[in-house]
T-cell receptor
Framework: AQSVTQPDIHITVSEGASLELRCNYS??????LFWYVQSPGQGLQLLLK??????LVQGIKGFEAEFKRSQSSFNLRKPSVHWSDAAEYFC????????????FGQGTTLQVKP | ETGVTQTPRHLVMGMTNKKSLKCEQH?????MYWYKQSAKKPLELMFV???????ENNSVPSRFSPECPNSSHLFLHLHTLQPEDSALYLC??????????????FGPGTRLTVL
């Protein structure tokens, strides 16, 4: 069965520092992968997605993610974090292209220190 | 209005009440979803509708009853809920298709508290 694991529940980084959020997936074929961000009291916003092709994908707000099939990973990165990036981040994998069902990881809460 | 809207944003109800959550999408999509987000738990898919037909019911208790009268509107009718049903309920929409189907756009959610 498909699954998504985000090993880090909570991460704190200093403003201006680099960031990497980990995501590991379990899926039999080539996965469709997403990263979403959720600010407090808000819904989820799509940051970026991977369907096929170039394994390094660029997203909004300066984020990027790299798909590594050998490691079953899709880690999210940002070279310099801003205080406004403090939020919860979710990795997701498509479970069914027919129905659009997504499976989400448990999320990583990012705290940014001034 | 743009994107996906949800009303009410906050709801407090007793266990014997009946209430409904409303979701409306202004994106021209034909698939809509209900998710439950509880503290410290992954986002749980509840229901999926494609072209107004229910295509996924993730073993949701019958005290939650979805309704999709058209592709733009989705309701979640609530009755005799339990305190553990308190959560953020998120609605999402997407456009069916090989890839677009999986790019879901989310509403801001309804924060439900069951007393």
């Amino acid at each position: 069965a498909q699954s998504v694991t985000q090993p880090d529940i909570h991460i704190t980084v200093s403003e201006g520092a680099s960031l990497e959020l980990r995501c590991n997936y379990s899926y039999g074929a080539t996965p469709y992968l997403f990263w979403y961000v959720q600010s407090p009291g808000q819904g989820l916003q799509l940051l970026l997605k991977y369907f096929s092709g170039d394994t390094l994908v660029q997203g909004i707000k300066g984020f990027e993610a790299e798909f590594k099939r050998s490691q079953s990973s899709f880690n999210l990165r940002k070279p310099s974090v801003h205080w406004s990036d403090a939020a919860e981040y979710f990795c997701a994998v498509v479970a069914s292209s027919n129905t659009g069902k997504l499976i989400f990881g448990q999320g990583t809460t990012l705290q940014v220190k001034p | 209005e743009t994107g996906v809207t949800q009303t009410p944003r906050h709801l407090v109800m007793g266990m014997t009440n009946k209430k409904s959550l409303k979701c409306e999408q202004h994106l021209g999509h034909n698939a809509m979803y209900w998710y439950k987000q509880s503290a410290k738990k992954p986002l749980e898919l509840m229901f999926v509708y494609n072209f107004k037909e229910q295509t996924e019911n993730n073993s949701v208790p019958s005290r939650f009853s979805p309704e999709c009268p058209n592709s733009s509107h989705l309701f979640l009718h609530l009755h005799t809920l339990q305190p553990e049903d308190s959560a953020l309920y998120l609605c999402a929409s997407s456009q069916p298709g090989l890839r677009a189907h999986n790019e879901q756009f989310f509403g801001p959610g309804t924060r439900l508290t069951v007393l």
